[in-house]
Nanobody, 128 residues
Framework: LQLQASGGGSVQPGGSLRLSCVAP????????IAWFRQSPGKEREGISC????????YYSDSVKGRFTLSRDNLEKTVYLQMSSLKSEDTAVYYC??????????????????????WGKGTQVTVSS
């Protein structure tokens, strides 16, 4: 199984984008999903995760209040709505499944090696 992130692009500071995560040929229904991002020269950063039912959602301090993570299990898609984008949000964004299949606050502090099923990621560039 490989998760596919899409929806990235170029946007001005203050703008918005919505990223999507799907599992081509499969289903996300039974998976907790997390989003990580990687900026040039930096380590991958966990920014948000959502439980299998969508009942639990957590955010890193860097995106809290600006990003909203949701899932539509009927559409088999997880959405990351990003608003009030800043230049420091520029990164490649990956949707991944925690190997534990749990979404708890410490999930975002786990190393990327504790995640699985990620694909190529989608580039988000915030620039004026």
């Amino acid at each position: 199984l490989q998760l596919q992130a899409s929806g990235g692009g170029s946007v001005q500071p203050g703008g918005s984008l919505r990223l999507s995560c799907v599992a081509p040929g499969g289903s996300l229904d039974d998976y907790a999903i997390a989003w990580f991002r990687q900026s040039p020269g930096k380590e991958r950063e966990g920014i948000s995760c959502i439980s299998t039912t969508g009942g639990s959602v957590y955010y890193s301090d860097s995106v809290k209040g600006r990003f909203t993570l949701s899932r539509d299990n009927l559409e088999k898609t997880v959405y990351l709505q990003m608003s009030s984008l800043k230049s420091e949000d520029t990164a490649v964004y990956y949707c991944v499944k925690p190997k534990t299949n749990f979404c708890v606050p410490r999930t975002l502090r786990r190393p990327f090696d504790d995640m699985e099923y990620w694909g190529k990621g989608t580039q988000v560039t915030v620039s004026s």
